[in-house]
């Protein structure tokens, strides 16, 4: 588990819509919520320069965050982020109250390993198509991984790695594959290029019985031009 993050925050009072974007216009904070566990919500400010920076770091996504309200501090990990859809302003944001002691569910990133050198790469000439960038896992606080780890290092061409493939850290167990094997979903694949040797013998195969189709097409108008001419 990576070093939990640090994020300022104060209590707010004035609540409702109008408040709201006098925060963000006047204070250049944005208002934010703190919930879950057995407290009562708690309304929040936050700098944005703070959590813009924040925000920056993958991590801020996927760790405990630790949020300094007044002399007091609270761990949360984020669950909603309301960005602006035109600006490069974040309007709010949703913190969940995490408990040492109680298991959380949170989306990890995945970090892929020896791209360059895989095996269905460099041998195979083939390309990987990822199919996930994350994963979502469940685990006490103080096992959570800031990423997971795919080594790409030996898959060949035409194979790919799933979720069971994955070795999870100690305490860590993937929420799909807790629910059913069924959804022992792909994480990436090694795939032929377009364009290799075996897609341009299918489209050779493909033309030459468009052009036997043409032939006949012309025989046959042949005869029934010389029936005419008869």
Not at 30 to 41: D, R, S, T
Not at 76 to 90: E, N, S, Y
Not at 150 to 172: A, K, Q, W, Y
Request: aromatic letters at 4%.
């Amino acid at each position: 588990m990576s070093k939990e993050l640090e994020l300022s925050c104060s209590v707010r009072e004035d609540l409702g819509k109008g408040a709201s974007r006098r925060l963000r216009r006047l204070n250049k904070s944005i208002p934010a919520i703190l919930y879950g566990g057995e407290k009562e919500p708690a309304s929040l400010t936050i700098a944005h320069k703070d959590i813009a920076k924040a925000t920056e770091n993958e991590a801020f996504f996927s760790q405990i965050i630790t949020l300094k309200i007044g002399s007091k501090k609270e761990k949360a990990v984020i669950k909603a982020l309301q960005r602006h859809p035109a600006k490069p302003f974040i309007l709010h944001a949703d913190f969940l109250r995490v408990s040492d002691k109680q298991a959380i569910t949170v989306r990890v990133p995945i970090h892929f390993l020896n791209e360059d050198k895989c095996a269905g790469v460099k041998i195979g000439g083939g390309n990987i198509l990822k199919t996930l960038n994350e994963i979502e896992v469940s685990c006490l606080p103080k096992d959570l991984p800031e990423y997971i780890e795919v080594d790409m290092l030996e898959i060949e061409l035409g194979d790919s790695v799933h979720l069971s493939d994955i070795t999870l850290p100690e305490g860590v167990i993937s929420v799909a594959l807790s629910v059913g094997e069924e959804n022992d979903l792909s994480v990436a694949t090694v795939q032929m290029p377009r364009g290799t040797a075996e897609d341009e013998e299918s489209t050779s195969e493909e033309d030459g019985t468009d052009e036997q189709a043409d032939g006949e097409s012309s025989d046959g108008d042949k005869t029934s031009g010389e029936d005419e001419s008869a």
